[in-house]
């Protein structure tokens, strides 16, 4: 059974930096896509970023591309988003998550990801 933890959300200023972080297990962590999703309250749930199972390939949300970094680390069986220059708008929940299938790029639909961690809050004061 896979399971992700989620750490690093908090309260930030805006123009400020945040990292979080997903730990990953149950899976084969190497031949996935993984991928950041967030919700803002009463919204719906949004893509932010993905990485390929290799990190070779990522691809992000126009709405943080330039601000936000997605990486992994395979031998740790992690998957992080730096997010820079933040802004009150990015104020969410954040989960990770890891795709249905293995070694598939560019899906960024919340119902092609099959598991997800419990999230963490990411607050961004104006």
């Known amino acids: 059974q896979v399971q992700l933890v989620e750490s690093g959300g908090g309260l930030v200023q805006a123009g400020g930096s945040l990292r979080l972080s997903c730990a990953a297990s149950?899976?084969?962590?190497?031949?996935?896509?993984m991928a950041w999703f967030r919700q803002p309250a009463e919204q719906e749930r949004e893509f932010v970023a993905a990485i390929s199972w290799s990190g070779g390939t990522t691809w992000y949300a126009d709405s943080v591309k330039g601000r936000f970094t997605i990486d992994r680390d395979n031998a740790k069986n992690t998957v992080s988003l730096q997010m820079n220059s933040l802004k009150p708008e990015d104020t969410a929940f954040y989960y990770c998550?890891?795709?249905?299938?293995?070694?598939?790029?560019?899906?960024?639909?919340?119902?092609?990801?099959?598991?997800w961690g419990q999230g963490t809050q990411v607050t961004v004061s104006s």
């Open positions: 149950g899976h084969t962590f190497n031949t996935y896509t």
């Open positions: 998550a890891t795709d249905r299938v293995p070694r598939r790029l560019g899906r960024r639909r919340s119902a092609d990801f099959g598991s």
